[in-house]
C-alpha cells in the first residue's frame, strides 16, 4: 500500500469553527491532490499542489484553504466550517497527473453541524 | 456541469450479465484512468489508456479509450458480486496539473 495517511479519519464541527485536515505522505511524490466526495458527484478537486509552496485551486475551492511546506504534508485547512462542507475528504498523491497511478488516503469524515 | 460525464450513474445487475459503462467529455485527454472504489476506502486504479482507440483488458474488464481521445468505455463480462462498487473515469489534459474524476457509476451485481 502507497504510504498516504489522512488524519482525523472523522470529525465533527461546528458551523463557524476552523478545522485542519492533513495529508501525509512517504512515497516523495511531487503532486498532492484534496477532493471531496458528495453523492452524484464523484470527486470533486479542491486545490492540489505541485511541490513545496506551489499550489493551485481547483473547481470547489471556496471556503478552502492549503499549504504545502513540505514534501510530504498537505494540509487543508476550513477557515470557517459551513453545513455545506460536510462530505468525505479524500487526499490523493502522483507522480505526475494523469500518466502515473493516483494514490488515495482513506478519507475524512467531516460533518459540520 | 462535470467536465466528465459518466452514465449511468447506478446499475444493479444480476450475476453473469455483460454491463457497459460510459465516460464522456466535449475536452480532449492526454490520458484517461479508470478507479473502483470500495465502501469507506479509498478509489483504486484500474487501468491507463493514453492513444486514441486503445482497448486494453484486465480479466473481463475491457476498457477503450475513444478515437478522439474525449470518451471512455468499460465494459464487463459475465459479472460477479465481486465487481460491485463505485466506478470513477479520470482524466489529465494536456499541460494541466489537474486530475478530473468523472462523477461516478455505482454497481451492484446480485447474486
Known amino acids: 500500500d502507497a504510504g498516504i495517511t489522512q488524519s482525523p479519519r472523522h470529525k465533527v464541527t461546528e458551523t463557524g469553527t476552523p478545522v485542519t485536515l492533513r495529508c501525509h505522505q512517504t512515497?516523495?511524490?511531487?503532486?498532492m491532490y484534496w477532493y471531496r466526495q458528495d453523492p452524484g458527484h464523484g470527486l470533486r478537486l479542491i486545490h492540489y499542489?505541485?511541490?513545496?509552496?506551489?499550489?493551485d485551486k481547483g473547481e470547489v475551492s471556496d471556503g478552502y484553504s492549503v499549504s504545502r511546506s513540505k514534501t510530504e504534508d498537505f494540509l487543508l485547512t476550513l477557515e470557517s466550517a459551513t453545513s455545506s462542507q460536510t462530505s468525505v475528504y479524500f487526499c490523493?498523491?502522483?507522480?505526475?497527473?494523469?500518466?502515473?497511478?493516483?494514490?488515495f488516503g482513506q478519507g475524512t469524515r467531516l460533518t459540520v453541524v | 456541469t462535470q467536465l466528465l460525464e459518466q452514465s449511468p450513474q447506478f446499475l444493479s445487475i444480476q450475476e453473469g450479465e455483460n454491463l457497459t459503462v460510459y465516460c464522456n467529455s466535449s475536452s480532449v485527454f492526454s490520458s484517461l484512468q479508470w478507479y473502483r472504489q470500495e465502501p469507506g476506502e479509498g478509489p483504486v486504479l484500474l487501468v491507463t489508456v493514453v492513444t486514441g482507440g486503445e482497448v486494453k483488458k484486465l480479466k473481463r474488464l475491457t476498457f477503450q479509450f475513444g478515437d478522439a481521445r474525449k470518451d471512455s468505455s468499460l465494459h464487463i463480462t459475465a459479472a460477479q458480486p465481486g465487481d460491485t462498487g463505485l466506478y470513477l473515469c479520470?482524466?489529465?489534459?494536456?499541460?494541466?496539473?489537474?486530475?478530473?474524476f468523472g462523477s461516478g457509476t455505482q454497481l451492484t451485481v446480485l447474486p
Open positions: 499542489s505541485y511541490g513545496v509552496k506551489d499550489t
Open positions: 512515497e516523495n511524490h511531487r503532486y
Open positions: 490523493a498523491i502522483s507522480e505526475s497527473p494523469g500518466n502515473t497511478e493516483a494514490f
Open positions: 479520470a482524466g489529465a489534459r494536456g499541460s494541466a496539473r489537474q486530475l478530473t
